[in-house]
Nanobody
Framework: QVQLVESGGGLVQPGGSLRLSCAAS????????MAWGRQAPGKQRELVAT???????NYADSVKGRFTISRDNAKNTVYLQMNRLKPEDTAVYYC?????????WGQGTQVTVSS
């Protein structure tokens, strides 16, 4: 299965921005559907953004208009640009890769939105 490593998390004030990155260790990254999910303390993990191998993106209503998912197949990397962050966006953010019936998750990166 593909190995996924997230980076870019941290502490940010409300209204601020962060960009998360997820590097994939596979030569066929371009065929993978990718996604970002998050899990806040005491809550179930939820998907916030997905992007197909063809580049079509979808977003959860809670982040639509604030978050943007993108991918760079030359770098085997998927990104999540997060703008106008809110305290309720605080969570561990995970990257997911899916291909041919398989699914892999990264270890996650913490995002904390607080003043």
């Amino acid at each position: 299965q593909v190995q996924l490593v997230e980076s870019g998390g941290g502490l940010v004030q409300p209204g601020g921005s962060l960009r998360l990155s997820c590097a994939a260790s596979t030569s066929i990254f371009r065929f993978y559907s990718m996604a970002w999910g998050r899990q806040a303390p005491g809550k179930q993990r939820e998907l916030v953004a997905t992007i197909t191998s063809g580049g079509s993106a979808n977003y959860a209503d809670s982040v639509k208009g604030r978050f943007t998912i993108s991918r760079d197949n030359a770098k085997n990397t998927v990104y999540l640009q997060m703008n106008r962050l809110k305290p309720e966006d605080t969570a561990v953010y995970y990257c997911r890769g899916s291909f041919a019936g398989t699914e892999s998750w990264g270890q996650g990166t913490q995002v904390t939105v607080s003043s």
